[in-house]
């Protein structure tokens, strides 16, 4: 069975950062991609980052450019999204989905439940 589980979500300042994992179990973790998705209130559900695992290819939405990288440990098969610099407008339920290749919310394969990240002061 195929488990994405995304943690590290919570309040924070703006300006100030995060980091959120996603622990991946049930798939052979080097052969897919990695994505990360958020949901702000009243909002259509968007990528922000995702990492193609085999190559390390990566892609960052424009609005996160420059604040947000990702990592990955190949060992304990998570993923890691290092939010900086953060915005209110940042503000958002996080969820990480898996498929073989980067794609839009509507064709990843594999979803995870979300994590909650508020920026507000």
């Known amino acids: 069975e195929v488990q994405l589980q995304a943690s590290g979500g919570g309040l924070v300042q703006p300006g100030g950062s995060l980091r959120l994992s996603c622990e991946v179990s049930?798939?052979?973790?080097?052969?897919?991609?990695i994505g990360w998705f958020r949901q702000g209130p009243g909002k259509q559900r968007e990528a922000v980052s995702c990492r193609r695992l085999s190559d390390g290819s990566e892609y960052h939405a424009d609005s996160v450019k420059g604040r947000f990288t990702l990592s990955a440990n190949y060992v304990k098969n998570v993923v890691y999204l290092q939010m900086n610099s953060l915005k209110p407008e940042d503000t958002a339920d996080y969820y990480c989905?898996?498929?073989?290749?980067?794609?839009?919310?509507?064709?990843?394969?594999?979803w995870g439940k979300g994590t909650q990240v508020t920026v507000s002061s």
């Open positions: 989905a898996a498929a073989v290749f980067c794609r839009g919310p509507e064709s990843m394969d594999y």
């Open positions: 049930g798939l052979t973790f080097d052969r897919y991609a």
